[in-house]
């Protein structure tokens, strides 16, 4: 999850600053906000599964 959540961030920052589009803007935002919440949900799944062990 973590490698997909930064995947997605770094592709939403690429595309705000390439593109200047107001619907690519808010395509971004979405992006970037998504890859933020799925690589700290991976740091939390792997923080986890590490206690588990």
Not at 4 to 7: F, K, T, V, Y
């Given at each position: 999850m973590k490698i997909?959540?930064?995947?997605i961030l770094l592709i939403g920052i690429i595309i705000k600053f390439v593109i200047e589009n107001e619907l690519l803007d808010f395509i971004s935002g979405i992006l970037i906000g998504a890859g933020i919440a799925l690589f700290f949900i991976?740091?939390?799944?792997?923080k986890k599964m590490n206690e588990l062990e």
């Open positions: 997909i959540g930064l995947a991976g740091q939390i799944r792997a």
